[in-house]
């Protein structure tokens, strides 16, 4: 039996495949098994926030995020009739953000990937752990053997079911329509830079910031919902009922619903945090771990934080350490992305505040602003980091 950990990663999202770069960069081999049969992504944009950036440069993707992404360089709020509430124009922590087209970040990451690692197709469906691997069974009847298996396959993770645990999604009672525009169809959009721009108001938001080097607009319009709207990324909307839900905002909401040639529906779900995400040589990673709502930007950054933690506690680690690596990685990990996710719930209930007269919209303002600078320590975190001094302590404990 060879000594080199083999590792599978079941999803090749955003989470998945990042991990494999940063436990490649380590030395670890790494496979990807991913559903889809074609990496085909809906059009919608992404945010690369300052915590998954530091460690995105240190695999080397820089000059790729920067050729496709559109860096942020400032944010403006606006009540929904455009009256400025809300400006910033540096990013808080010193390291540069994008927002990217998932299709393009997606690909530059499969497109990282060295030959082989990614094999598309395969849909897992049965994981199960005999004398120290994993035996892992796909749709197509692919089976694989492995040392380590991290579910990175998303919501709906089949990872975490074989591992014992089940979520359950309670609707945050808010629906997102959310589109692509060219920007070069926005009259209001000339100058906008890599400025996000927000306009709050009435239980609604509505955002837009550009991606695609600037070529593309992001619009993602977040409702209030009594319906069960559907939890996925790529239900068709209505465009007369979006345009009926801003009736009467500000002239740039209507001119971006106006250009609109389609929109897609989405239903906002929350779940609780997991009690665990380990099981013997089995863990999850991201949305199989901690979904979140999207109000904070942090979902893929979470995921990435994830992926780099893993390689540390995974470098230079015996069949026999693998269980106990993979506690270690979730014990660093579950506080923190527990704490996000409730305050990203947080963050919505902000946005989505109903105000009455000037004053109140004032005192929100003040709110929102002490708020957001209370979570600087979400942004403002190296994971990696934070993953080489825990493991140092936890060699020192002799935990692992
Ligand atoms: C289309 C889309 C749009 C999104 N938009 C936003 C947004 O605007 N804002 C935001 O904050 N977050 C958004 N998210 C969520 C955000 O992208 C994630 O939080 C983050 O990228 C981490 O994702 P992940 O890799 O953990 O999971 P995912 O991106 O969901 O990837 C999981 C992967 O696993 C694969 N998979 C699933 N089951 C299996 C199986 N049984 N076998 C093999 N493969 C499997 C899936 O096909 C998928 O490729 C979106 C996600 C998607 C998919």
Redesign the pocket.
Known sequence: MSERLQIAI????????TAALALRARGLSVTV????SELR??G????ILPNATCLLQRIGLTGGIEKIGSPITGLVMRTSVGEVIYTSTTPSTGIQSYNVH?AEFLKLLADTQPEGTLHLG????EARETNDRVRLT?SNGAIVNSDVVIG????????QREIGLKTYPSSEGVM?Y?GLIPTEKLSWAKDIGGRVSRWNGKGRSFICYPVSSGRLMNM?AFVPTNLDSEES??APGDLKALSAEYAGWDDPVLETIGALDATFR?GIYDRVPLPHWSAGRMTL????AH??V?H?????A??IEDGFTLAVFLEGAKQQDVPRRLKAYEQIRIERTSLIQKLARDAGKFYRAEYETAAERDHLMAQWTQWRASTEWIRGHDAEKAAKGAFVLAKDAGSI
């Open positions: 079941i999803g090749g999202g955003i989470g998945g495949l098994f991913e559903q889809a992504e809906m919608a944009g992404v945010s998932r395969h849909r897992l469906s796909f990175a396959d998303g919501i709906h993770s089949a990872v997102a959310r993602v990324w790529t989405w990673l991201g949305d199989a979904p979140m999207p904070l930007g942090q979902g893929a979470q995921a």
